[in-house]
């Protein structure tokens, strides 16, 4: 749809429409009303014709002016409640649609168009025009910070720990008392109004609710968001070391050394596999530490690149160190990290992260 250069808003959509500039070919579209009284006292955003050549339909139509899942619910909430009447169908008019959303517009009976040159216009018997694939043109119909990524995603992975909140102040609460990086190393605690905003995304997303509790809707599409997003560590730092005491376990000697120093220690999500799923390990522990320097002249080992079983990755990721679960004298990381780090991962590890899955679900 051209004409709109930004967001664009109902009263602009409506100009549009009446000014003959609002079409989506092969149809051609009017403005007959504005704010008809369709069922009783409840209105319409507008009423319209479609026009097809020498055949028409008249549509009241619902406008939104963003593109948010939330936003396309409470519009497919209020069309269901006209209902299609003998003279008229339903229309939803938004900056975009997808082709998930246009399909579930299809199975209602409700047609919609959005601003990219998607839509699906259907009048049984006269005709139906249906057409995908356009790109978003208005990206800033979704919020600019992306909370399904780094330290924002916290608060979505706090919902995989515990389904349900009663306030706001609880769920920050939580999301710092399982941040080790918090606790254990002096980081800046996550802000009330950092936590708010990313609930905000969270529920226009509809992956949670707030009610009387704030709870947890979606955990397939979190777990789902969550991995789209997913950035693995990247650190200029990573040192892999040949211990050569190998009558103690490598954990109990970085357990030590991690209660001497202060350091917080966490294996890393593909170390920490076999604390969730069934998996075969690898030879090498890797672990997450923010600063390595102070503890490898303590290794009883040597630096090597051959056959090391140690590995340390330097890194002040917050995420990673995220509800890491402490188990036999050592710090694993959370299986949420696991699952992410496995998806990220090839085919085995995809399939593995399906196990890894499962144990989240039940443990929810």
Do not use: H
Request: contains cysteine.
């Amino acid at each position: 749809m051209k004409g709109f250069r930004k967001m664009p808003t109902e009263k602009e959509i409506i100009e549009q429409i009446e000014r003959g500039k609002f079409s989506f070919p092969p149809l051609f579209i009017c403005l007959l009303q504005v704010q008809p009284v369709i069922k009783e006292s409840r209105r319409a955003d507008a009423l319209i014709e479609v026009l097809w050549g020498e055949k028409k339909a008249k549509f009241a139509v619902e406008f939104k002016s963003i593109s948010t899942p939330k936003a396309f619910q409470s519009a497919l909430n209020q069309l269901k409640f006209l209902f299609p009447q003998k003279n008229f169908g339903l229309m939803l008019i938004m900056p975009f649609l997808n082709d998930k959303q246009l399909q579930e517009l299809e199975r209602e009976g409700i047609s919609g168009i959005d601003l990219c040159g998607n839509g699906v216009v259907i009048v049984p018997g006269v005709f139906a025009v249906y057409r995908s694939g356009g790109k978003n043109r208005f990206p800033s119909s979704a919020p600019i910070k992306n909370i399904y990524r780094k330290n924002s995603s916290m608060v979505g992975r706090a919902f995989l720990t515990r389904s349900s909140y009663k306030t706001v102040q609880e769920i920050c609460d939580e999301v710092n008392r399982l941040n080790m990086l918090v606790n254990r190393w002096g980081k800046k605690p996550m802000s009330l109004s950092t936590v708010s905003k990313s609930l905000k995304t969270l529920e226009d997303d509809l992956i949670i609710e707030r009610k009387n509790t704030i709870r947890l809707l979606q955990t397939d599409k979190l777990l789902e968001k969550l991995s789209e997003y997913y950035s693995p560590v990247i650190t200029e730092k990573k040192v892999r070391i040949k211990l050569t005491d190998e009558n103690e376990p490598i954990t109990q000697i970085l357990w030590r050394l991690s209660r001497k120093t202060g350091l917080p220690f966490v294996t890393t999500g593909t170390s920490s596999v076999t604390q969730y799923a069934v998996m075969q390990r690898g030879g090498m522990l890797s672990v997450y530490c923010p600063r390595i320097e102070k503890i490898i002249e303590m290794i009883p080992g040597s630096q090597s690149d051959r056959f090391p079983n140690l590995e340390l990755i330097e890194t002040e990721d917050e995420t990673v160190f995220f509800d890491a679960r402490e188990q036999q004298n050592f710090w694993w990381a959370s299986p949420v990290q696991v699952y992410l780090e496995l998806m990220a991962g090839d085919k085995r590890d995809q399939e593995t992260a399906e196990q890894v899955k499962s144990f989240i679900l039940k443990n929810l």
